[in-house]
Every structure is written in structure tokens, then in C-alpha cells.
């Protein structure tokens, strides 16, 4: 291949990219274009292309509607509180996943993955006769409870100890005479700050945007989380669809930020463990 196809192979990659990169971009773009329109300029002919000047009122509307700030702190108070009970809970079963031997080890870590494959729907009835029993209906620890024992996060902790952290290293704080809860917390755990960043950021996202747990669980709209908050404002006949894109607009905007700063570590999180060295 000579110079010049290469640049041309090389240019035309970089055009798919950024045709990728402008396809993925234009629903986020378009949803802060329409928080500044009205309704009907959102469904007029041509549709708007640039911001407007209704931001404001939309979010008068929002609030007059549902108890906005409200339900987004629900949503900060939740997401935060599944997240760390997340990565304390995922990296501990890891842990005991990778570095210790127990009967039925292999056939328990099949069945902690088989939560990857069963779609979240078929869980609904047995979660709401759960919390019923519990009397957690209407109560944020409906969602961030159960949210905790993520499959995702013990496959991913398994992967990376098993990977990225030498059984020696565990054995000297044995012989050390360190407690296995204290290696775990001084030596195991601050060695897994990849894993737990990127695992971290997943579940964030995951209980940021959770619609159907919260639907199930939780009852009054002052307890509601925003993505159930914002259901609200939708109706077959009449909805406010620009109070419905502004509180969509500052729902997502905390998550764009978080992977802004993040979306490196991501990245070298899930192929930290990939290989061994």
C-alpha cells in the first residue's frame, strides 16, 4: 500500500469516526436545544436548530409541576448511597471469589452471574413482595439495598484480584499475623482503585437512571427519583414536552460531567485485569 492510499484509508477513518461521534452526539444536543423551546416550537416545521429563549419558563413549569429539586436529590441521595454500598459489597464477594478456597466455589460464582442474564422485568413481582415484606415500600433503601449485590461488579472485582493482585501478597500479611477483614481493608482494597473507579462510575450511572425499580417501589411523588419524577409530566394528550426536555436536560447533565472527568479511567479500568502480567 503506498503513502497516499494509507492517508486515504487513514482520512476515510477518521471521517466514519466523527460521523459516529455527530450520530451519538445529536440526541443529547437536540434535548438541550428543545429545553429552551416551547412545545409547539418543538413540533413546528422545520423544528428548532438552536437554543431559544424559554429555558426558564420550562423549568417554572417543571417545578410548578412536580417537586423538582426534590426528586433530584432523592436521585443524588440514592445513586450515591448504591454506588458505595456497591463497590463495598461486589469487592468483598470478589475477594472472597479470588483468593480464597470453599466447597461449591465454582457452582456460587455461576449462580452470582446468572443475575447478568435474567432481564430486569421477571424480577419486578418478587422484588415488590420482598420490600412489602420488609415495609420498604416508599423508601429509598427499596432501591438502594438491593441494588448492591450487582453481578456485574463481583464478576469484575473476581476478574481484576485475580489478575492484578498475587496471592503472595496476601499470604505475607497472613504470616504477618494481619486479620483477614484487615487485609482486606489496608492491603486488598487500596490496590483496586482501577477497578473500583470504573465499577464505580457503571453503578452510578445504573441507580441514576433507574426507571423500573423506582416504579415498582416507591409510591409518593415527593419520594420520587427523577426519571420517575419526569414520567409525570407525560400523557397521551397533553404533555409539556419542554418542562419534560429542560428536567431532562439537567438530569443528564451530572452524568455528561462525571464522564467527562472519568471516561479515561473507565477505559483503563476494564483492561487493567485484562491480562495477566
Known sequence: MTFQSRNRARYAGYAIVMAGAVLMFSPFYF????ATHTSSEIFSMPPPL?????FLDNMASLMHHIPFWRNLGWSFYTSVLQTLLTLLVTSMAGYAFAMYEFRFKKTLFAIALTGMLVPPFLSMIPTFMTMNLLGWINQPRALYVPGAAAALGVFLMRQYISSAIPSELVEAARIDGCS???IYWTVVLPLLGPALGT???ISFIQAWNNFLSALVVLRSPSMYTLPLALRILQSPTNSDWGAVMAGSAVAVLPLLVLFAFTSRRLIDGMTA????A
Open 180 to 182: 483477614e477483614l484487615r
Open 31 to 34: 434535548m438541550f436545544v428543545f
Open 199 to 201: 465499577l464505580g462510575l
Open 50 to 54: 438552536w437554543f431559544g429563549n424559554a
Open 273 to 276: 485485569g485484562a491480562v495477566k
